[in-house]
């Protein structure tokens, strides 16, 4: 099979200090390859996404990206949009209106807005349109006899959210009983009969922190599959809690910050914020990304 060489970049995604993130491979003029050769790609290197760059074939977008697991490709994900506008920015690209990228993907356009932070110039995105399916009740008892007694809180219902890539979102107590959760044995089956019943990726479980604490919410994400899988940092379970707030009436504010990865060694930050100015009331979901690797790939 012929082949050629194209620029490739590794980032690590909501963070700002490398290996404390989530990586993304980021593969530059992607045009021209079979869905199954960037599977291959994507599966080869072995990481949670992988993101291939084209020219859009929409004339409002800056650019076209293929987002692939090591398994399928997604319509939509939250740290390859950001990783991948950080990776075409650091390689030199001016965007078509200044601070301001619009991404063509499997759910159509996404908007991002340059943002600046506490570690200097981050991005942030629109979060997509989002669909909202909370727990039967008897759903909900299952759910509740599956971690321990009092563990959940449902004065926030746990729900289904789809924007592209579907989660379902379970408020605990606090902070360190997110932390704390285990699920094994007989409470991991039930809760991954519960993902598989509503049609979502896996479990996003999420509590607040005490005043003053490190972050608002702690967040952990984890796929059933054939055993646990917990993702670092996910920028689309971070937009699927933010609907999710506003919905349900717990927003904490018109900003909030989400930190994620902890239990993995990881440090992620997320910022949230709310434009209620704007039509629809958009989320935003930034975060700052930091090249870790830059050189040439073989396609």
Known sequence: MSSRT???KQVDVFTSVPFKGNP???IFDAEGLTTERMQDIARWTNLS???FLMPPTDPRADYRVRIFTTAVELPFAGHPTLGSAHALIDAGYTPKTPGRLVQQCGV???TLAERSDADGAAWAFAAPPATIAPLTDAQNERLAAAPAPAVIDFSAPPTAVNNGAPWLVVRVQDAAHCLALSLQGAARESVAALVAETGTHGIAVYG???VGGPATFELRVILLGAENIEDPVTGSANAALATLLTHQ??????SYT???GTALGRDGRVSIEYDDEADGAPVWIGGSSVTVIDGTFCI
């Open 6 to 8: 194209v620029q490739f």
């Open 24 to 26: 993304l491979a980021v």
């Open 49 to 51: 996404e992988t993101a």
């Open 108 to 110: 159509g356009l996404v």
């Open 208 to 210: 607040p922190h005490a």
């Open 249 to 254: 009436g717990k927003r904490p504010g018109r």
């Open 258 to 260: 989400v930190r994620q």
